[in-house]
């Protein structure tokens, strides 16, 4: 079911939930503060803007989901104490950004899409029924901006956390953290942002350095980048 942004705001507030929560790449970050808009993949796509691709790209476009923003409730790392698997950058938003919506609507996913196995997906179909089975606190639920193609980071943007892999680049004589926090800054110097980056402060017991160190042998989609 398709909700208008107020009845997610309003609902949303109920349960006292004030922030919003975007997590990806260096590159795709950098994307989106040089134009000063959080942006779909598909957006990006068209505008020709560097993104780093993902594992589930042909199944969002299948399951038109390509020109969707998806807002997490939750900060994955610090509450799954783990990294978070669409990148080391995570965009805070005031929950206000589901306001600013001049049109589009809203859809709530049941279930992460890279599970769906029916192309309707698997969506909350009532206000009821987010009442009774929504939290906030799971990595499946996700609030998706439905076609909306990109909206505005400022003045909803509160902050950027970024990870520190303590990964060191012996080709550029460089470690990753102070890379990807100058690509950040640049790009926030094109966007005309002027945002605080924090240091990733990890939750006691964080296996965070397993998933960054896992990631140079095995999987793509985990390697810290700033291409
Ligand atoms: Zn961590």
Sequence with gaps: MEFTPKKIFDFLNTRGITTLYHANTVS???????????????ECEKLDLLQTSQYTDNKDKRLCLWNDIFL???????????????????????IDILNSLETGSICITRTNPSKWTKLSGEWFS?????????????????????????????????????????????DYKT??????????????AIGKIDITI??????YG????????????????FIPTFE
Excluded: W
């Excluded at 009532?126 to 939290?135: N, P, Q």
């Design 175 to 188: 470690d990753f953290y102070s890379s990807a926090f100058g690509s950040l800054k640049l790009a926030m």
């Design 72 to 94: 997490d409730t939750t900060d994955i790392h610090q509450r799954g104490k783990r990294a978070n698997h669409y990148g080391p950058v995570l965009f805070e938003f005031d």
């Design 28 to 42: 795709t970050a950098s994307s989106f503060l040089m134009a000063n808009k959080i942006i779909s993949r598909g």
């Design 126 to 170: 009532s206000l009821d029924e987010l009442e009774s089975d929504f939290d906030e606190h799971t990595f499946e639920q996700m609030i998706v901006l439905r076609h909306l193609g990109s909206t505005s980071l400022t003045p909803y943007l509160k902050r950027i956390v970024l990870d520190d892999p303590r990964v060191i680049y012996t």
């Design 198 to 203: 924090e240091k990733r402060k990890c939750p």
């Design 206 to 221: 964080c296996r965070c350095m397993t998933s960054y160190g896992v990631a140079h042998t095995k999987d793509d989609h």
